[in-house]
């Protein structure tokens, strides 16, 4: 009779469990843009700490990461530095386009090594002669560079100033080249000028002369770990993560502003 009470309880406990007994919840592997290392590293510390599973990152340019989910590179969640690299992907049927979502937004940052005395108050000062060298994300591929060129065009400079850029891999290599004087300014997200005790910000773009820049994300369409990728991303659309988004600048997309339809 014991060894049945035993049995009984052994069973009603495997019952309520959500996991099998002992296993550990699933690992997600997430590709996000390069942009997004420090933010979420600090939010996917806090979501293992609360025994929500683990998370492995690939960090990378947003167009990079395109081409290796395109190629079948293992992923299950996402997070692009824009619309045209999450775009790639969905085309491909490697993301399902059902569960996109604009994640996050940032604004564009034109920066100087700090110290060197260089007054950057609007893109004008851009111009100026002594500005030889502007490092700029690659605005054939790298999204920041895109939202650069589209900057440079509304203010009607792009055509000017074109001789002057430098383009780059990633944004952080942006930001290193003003950092390190190898640039004499940069055009790069706020979030990363935010992260550097090395460059001063001249001044941020706004207004009608600045691009809308958006994050989006999307779940892989065959992920064997879809539940896992799905708690995730609600956790980063979580109000916890959001504070830690917001310490690093990152601002929330308006409600407005909904993913686009499947093209």
């Given at each position: 009779?014991?060894?049945?009470?035993?049995?009984?309880?052994?069973?009603?406990?495997?019952?309520?469990?959500?996991?099998?007994?002992?296993?550990?919840?699933?690992?997600?592997?997430?590709?996000?843009?390069?942009?997004?290392?420090?933010?979420?590293?600090?939010?996917?510390?806090?979501?293992?700490?609360?025994?929500?599973?683990?998370?492995?990152?690939?960090?990378?340019?947003?167009?990079?990461?395109?081409?290796?989910?395109?190629?079948?590179?293992?992923?299950?969640?996402?997070?692009?530095?824009?619309?045209?690299?999450?775009?790639?992907?969905?085309?491909?049927?490697?993301?399902?386009?059902?569960?996109?979502?604009?994640?996050?937004?940032?604004?564009?940052?034109?920066?100087?090594?700090?110290?060197?005395?260089?007054?950057?108050?609007?893109?004008?000062?851009?111009?100026?002669?002594?500005?030889?060298?502007?490092?700029?994300?690659?605005?054939?591929?790298?999204?920041a560079g895109v939202y650069a060129k589209e900057f440079l065009q509304r203010v009607g400079a792009w055509d000017r100033l074109r001789p002057r850029l430098v383009p780059v891999s990633t944004v952080r290599a942006a930001l290193a080249a003003a950092a390190n004087g190898s640039a004499d300014a940069a055009?790069?997200?706020?979030?990363?000028?935010?992260?550097?005790?090395?460059?001063?910000?001249?001044?941020?773009?706004?207004?009608?002369?600045?691009?809308?820049?958006?994050?989006?994300?999307?779940?892989?369409?065959?992920?064997?770990?879809?539940?896992?990728?799905?708690?995730?991303?609600?956790?980063?659309?979580?109000?916890?993560?959001?504070?830690?988004?917001?310490?690093?600048?990152?601002?929330?997309?308006?409600?407005?502003?909904?993913?686009?339809?499947?093209?």
């Open positions: 009779m014991f060894r049945v009470g035993a049995f009984l309880v052994t069973v009603l406990v495997g019952l309520v469990s959500d996991t099998p007994r002992g296993e550990p919840p699933e690992t997600i592997t997430v590709s996000a843009a390069v942009s997004l290392t420090d933010a979420l590293e600090e939010v996917a510390k806090a979501y293992r700490a609360a025994g929500n599973g683990e998370v492995r990152f690939n960090f990378g340019p947003s167009n990079m990461l395109a081409r290796q989910i395109v190629n079948g590179a293992p992923v299950d969640l996402f997070i692009s530095a824009d619309d045209a690299q999450m775009d790639v992907a969905v085309a491909s049927g490697a993301m399902d386009p059902a569960t996109r979502v604009n994640l996050l937004s940032t604004r564009l940052a034109v920066v100087a090594r700090r110290g060197s005395g260089r007054r950057l108050r609007d893109w004008r000062d851009l111009e100026d002669p002594s500005i030889r060298r502007i490092a700029v994300g690659d605005p054939a591929a790298v999204p055009v790069v997200y706020e979030t990363d000028a935010a992260g550097s005790q090395s460059v001063e910000v001249g001044f941020i773009v706004s207004g009608p002369q600045a691009p809308t820049i958006v994050y989006p994300a999307a779940i892989a369409t065959h992920t064997p770990n879809r539940a896992a990728a799905e708690r995730f991303l609600k956790y980063l659309r979580g109000s916890e993560a959001r504070s830690v988004f917001a310490r690093f600048k990152f601002l929330i997309p308006h409600p407005a502003l909904p993913a686009p339809a499947p093209r």
